[in-house]
């Protein structure tokens, strides 16, 4: 299934906003996170988002993010597809404005997704509160300790 017509070269933020912008468009109802398999058409019009450049299909769910990277589907996935996807939905604290002393911050929830494959890996986010803007930004900085481990597992896969 893995498809090696490539055009341009593929960078995992590229990947990231196309498979975000994907995932926006379809609203996910059930579990708390979701493994997606990527492959990649033709990574020259990936920069645009409506463009079908890739194939996203559903893997797996789970309400454990660590437990789904870690499962058997992961494993297959990671055999099969140009890239894997952890897709999450969590709570983060926001860092304005600052609580009063005393106070907890307020928590917005927020959908991480991870894109890790061999151009390197990527992170998106979207909050509930701001629903047309998405960050993108390449590494695992905002992935979180089972987006680490879909790293992991896919620097693994050829050992």
Request: charged share 20%.
């Amino acid at each position: 299934m893995t498809s090696r017509r490539r055009t341009a070269p593929l960078t995992p933020t590229t990947l990231a906003s196309w498979v975000e912008h994907r995932l926006h468009e379809c609203p996910v109802v059930g579990a708390g996170a979701r493994l997606y398999g990527v492959e990649v058409l033709d990574a020259a019009v990936l920069h645009d988002p409506d463009a079908q450049a890739a194939r996203l299909t559903f893997v797996d769910e789970s309400p454990d993010p660590s437990r789904l990277v870690l499962g058997p589907g992961c494993a297959a996935a990671i055999a099969q597809f140009d890239a894997v996807v952890l897709a999450a939905t969590r709570w983060e604290p926001t860092v304005q404005p600052l609580p009063r002393p005393g106070a907890n911050p307020k928590r917005r929830r927020v959908r991480v997704v991870t894109v890790v494959g061999d151009a390197g890996a990527a992170s998106a986010w979207r909050f509930d509160h701001d629903p047309d803007r998405a960050e993108v930004r390449a590494g695992l900085a905002l992935a979180g300790a089972a987006g680490v481990q879909l790293a992991a597992m896919w620097a693994g896969r050829r050992q």
